[in-house]
């Protein structure tokens, strides 16, 4: 699905979040995750700009990590306050789209 | 940072320097979106954009792992760089001379009124 990126980017900042919970991962495996859902237009630039404002939001712990080749990579995993942001996140979701269900159900 | 560096910038510019060493072992493509982005960013620079360097620094860094991951420019920017740089700086309080700019006139054109005595 095309040009799929407006309507997610509310939303890729919960994404992120929730894989980050499942497991400690890096910006580059993050992406490939979002593009096998389907999120094919997702670039790691963009990921890059949310793990920062999660970083600078203090919503993650960063650890560098010596990679096989080229530079260090930097892992995310969530913290405290990550949790409870991914939860806010999953009940503000359920909200949204409950309401949009219902709008196309024709229930108003 | 000591004094004279404050004052000349040298720190400034060997971390410059370090920068466009890295930059230089990068690919061609990898190469012409580092010299986009700094273009971009000077725009949010502050007087001596000493406030950009962690910026560059996490720009040049994802631009050097994707060579590693062997991704091309395109797959790791898509066609937003200037977007991306926005994001890069948003919300980080990066104050830009837009701003500065905005916040002199607001304050000129107050003291003005209150001259007026309105």
């Known amino acids: ?24 991962t890096y910006g580059y495996a993050i ?9 094919a237009d997702v670039v790691e630039g963009t990921v890059y700009t949310i793990l920062l404002r999660l970083e600078r939001n203090g919503l993650v712990q960063v650890t560098k990590r010596p990679s096989g080749v080229g530079p260090p990579r930097k892992f995310y995993a969530l913290n405290d ?9 999953w009940a503000k979701w359920q909200y949204v789209s409950s309401r949009i269900d219902k709008l196309k159900e024709g229930g108003g | 940072m000591n004094f004279r560096e404050t004052v000349t910038g040298s720190d400034l510019t060997r971390e410059w320097k370090a920068f466009e060493a890295r930059a230089k072992a990068l690919p061609d493509g990898h ?5 986009q982005i700094k273009a971009n960013l000077f725009l949010y620079g502050d007087f001596t954009g000493r406030n950009l360097l962690p910026i560059l620094d996490g720009a040049l860094g994802l631009l050097e792992e994707s060579v590693a991951d ?11 760089i200037p977007g991306f740089c926005a994001a890069l700086v948003g919300g980080k309080g990066a104050r830009t001379h837009r701003d500065r700019w905005r916040e002199q006139l607001n304050g000129n054109v107050a003291r003005k009124l209150s001259r007026l005595g309105g």
Request: proline letters at 0%; a negative charge; charged letters at 35%.
């Open chain 1, 81 to 89: 306050a990550g949790r409870e942001e991914l939860a806010r996140f």
């Open chain 1, 1 to 24: 699905m095309d040009d799929l990126t407006e309507m997610l980017k509310g939303t890729l900042e919960g994404c992120v979040l929730e894989i980050i919970a499942g497991e400690e």
């Open chain 1, 31 to 39: 992406t490939r995750r979002l593009n096998e859902l389907g999120f």
């Open chain 2, 70 to 80: 062997g991704q091309g420019v395109h797959e790791v920017l898509g066609d937003d």
């Open chain 2, 31 to 35: 190469r012409a979106a580092w010299e």
